[in-house]
T-cell receptor, first 108, second 114 residues
Framework: GQSLEQPSEVTAVEGAIVQINCTYQ??????LSWYQQHDGGAPTFLSY????GLEETGRFSSFLSRSDSYGYLLLQELQMKDSASYFC?????????FGKGTRLHILP | EAGVAQSPRYKIIEKRQSVAFWCNPI?????LYWYQQILGQGPKLLIQ????????DSQLPKDRFSAERLKGVDSTLKIQPAKLEDSAVYLC????????????FGPGTRLTVT
């Protein structure tokens, strides 16, 4: 079966940097993606890593290590609007499996 | 381009009643997904369509849930009869191709079963 582990909550200060980790166990792994979801909103796609290494998109970066079955999302220059839940999701064959999500709290 | 549309946004029903949700995906997106998201958890895939064919419905409780995408465009998800544990947000998503990691989600339907 598949499993994804990510912290349930993370707290950081506005302007700082925070890293949200994700470890996974799955067969037929194709890649790891990240989604953001604000309270009452729909998940929105942030990034996708199919190969090892770091992908940068503005203030957000995502990293993957296939040999360690591990990835992380890095958020820099945190803003209050970044307060949300962040989900890692693995692509296994033709479907996406989501983790339980990490609730990010940002303190002023 | 217009996003994924869903209706209704909210629905309250009593247990054992039936309910239906509607989804219209982004134009040109061949793949459509229905997810169930229980409060505090990640979205759980219920069914995935490629055009009007089912790709995966392994987690769909088929004794009470059904879904169709007859013309390969919009889709309906039905629950009959509903149980208390069906209270959740039902999200529809679409993507250009099957298994794409970049999925576009609709606003969801929040279902409360009393």
């Amino acid at each position: 079966g598949q499993s994804l582990e990510q912290p349930s909550e993370v707290t950081a200060v506005e302007g700082a940097i925070v890293q949200i980790n994700c470890t996974y166990q799955t067969s037929g792994f194709y890649g790891l993606s990240w989604y953001q979801q604000h309270d009452g909103g729909a998940p929105t796609f942030l990034s996708y890593n199919a190969l090892d290494g770091l992908e940068e998109t503005g203030r957000f970066s995502s990293f993957l290590s296939r040999s360690d079955s591990y990835g992380y999302l890095l958020l820099q220059e945190l803003q209050m609007k970044d307060s949300a839940s962040y989900f890692c999701a693995v692509r296994e064959d033709d479907k996406i499996i989501f983790g339980k999500g990490t609730r990010l709290h940002i303190l002023p | 381009e217009a996003g994924v549309a869903q209706s209704p946004r909210y629905k309250i029903i009593e247990k054992r009643q039936s309910v239906a949700f509607w989804c219209n995906p982004i134009s040109g997106h061949a793949t459509l997904y229905w997810y169930q998201q229980i409060l505090g958890q990640g979205p759980k895939l219920l069914i995935q369509f490629q055009n009007n064919g089912v790709v995966d419905d392994s987690q769909l409780p088929k004794d009470r849930f059904s879904a169709e995408r007859l013309k390969g465009v919009d889709s309906t998800l039905k629950i009959q009869p509903a149980k208390l544990e069906d209270s959740a947000v039902y999200l529809c998503a679409s993507s250009r191709t099957s298994g794409s990691s970049e999925q576009y989600f609709g606003p969801g339907t929040r279902l409360t079963v009393t």
